[in-house]
């Protein structure tokens, strides 16, 4: 018997997107078992998007939360809502390739020992995010292998914030910590190499939206944010033995990369950005 999928999507005052999001996701060629989309107080109300397209599935569950709980919180809040076997995080204005939960759901199934599935995504298309990742992953990659391989010495995610994970991993690793903001599922998915190995699908089958938010201009907090995720994991994913050594490669990468982002905040007479950065060396 298949196991049971749960499609958890969470959106944010993008009801003008959130439609096609919905037909892509309708035309799944293994259909979700049930979906929850969990919108947190948009000022625009999406309902009557909602309303075209929840007789579209076995099973629709759409809740607008009373007050904003930002990313961390509503993620909570609708992955609490999930009783299938395996667990889909999706995003509201991204576009989703039919294969897409067949090929995640596949992976899983066809490795036991992972508790996570991810894929390419419209990132891949971009010279500029390819070449700063290590090689493509292998198809399963033990979790603090793939920690040391895609994210130790680094401060960026190779997996993006859409991944299909067990229920039971997402039981023993919940809440989305809300100190790391919009960044909370990369700390997630470090967590989640310290629990079992991490199943990749070598196909492009995510559409993101790339419209420009202020979370994704240059930001020191970011930066830090990110770094700390990755001192973290150190501590969640290697043997005590490799620990100390780990925490050396992680320190010296930030401090290189906290320089060159200075020279850059002085090239452009950035005080506040200086300020920051100042603030945030270690």
């Not at 991993?169 to 919940?174: A, G, M, N, R, V």
């Not at 629990?195 to 993101?208: D, F, N, Q, R, S």
């Amino acid at each position: 018997m298949k196991p049971r999928i749960s499609v958890c999507l969470t959106h944010y005052n993008r009801p003008d997107k959130l439609g096609a999001t919905l037909a892509s996701l309708a035309a799944q060629t293994r259909m979700p078992d049930e979906v929850f989309v969990w919108d947190d107080c948009s000022p625009q109300d999406p309902t009557s998007v909602i309303r075209e397209w929840q007789n579209r599935f076995p099973h629709f569950v759409y809740y607008r939360n009373p007050s904003n709980l930002n990313m961390p919180g509503n993620l909570n809040a609708v992955i609490s809502q999930a009783t299938a076997d395996l667990v889909a995080n999706l995003h509201d204005a991204d576009i989703f390739a039919p294969t897409l939960l067949e090929k995640w759901s596949e992976a899983l199934e066809s490795h036991p020992e992972a508790v996570l599935a991810f894929c390419q995504d419209s990132r891949w298309d971009n010279p500029l995010f390819v070449s700063h990742w290590t090689p493509d992953p292998n198809p399963l990659t033990p979790g603090p292998e793939f920690f040391q391989k895609h994210y130790l010495g680094r401060i960026d995610s190779i997996i993006w914030g859409t991944v299909m994970m067990r229920r039971s991993t997402y039981q023993k690793l919940l809440p989305f910590d809300p100190q790391y903001k919009n960044w909370a599922d990369v700390d997630m998915w470090i967590r989640a190499c310290g629990e079992g190995a991490i199943a990749y699908v070598p196909e492009k089958l995510i559409e993101l939206d790339q419209t420009p938010t202020p979370q994704r201009n240059f930001s020191f907090q970011h930066k830090h944010l990110i770094a700390q995720l990755v001192f973290n994991g150190v501590k969640n994913c290697l043997p005590i033995t490799e620990r100390p050594q780990a925490a050396k490669i992680q320190t010296r990468v930030w401090r290189r990369l906290w320089l060159r982002w200075m020279l850059g905040r002085i090239r452009h007479a950035d005080l506040c950005g200086l300020r920051d950065g100042l603030s945030l060396f270690r």
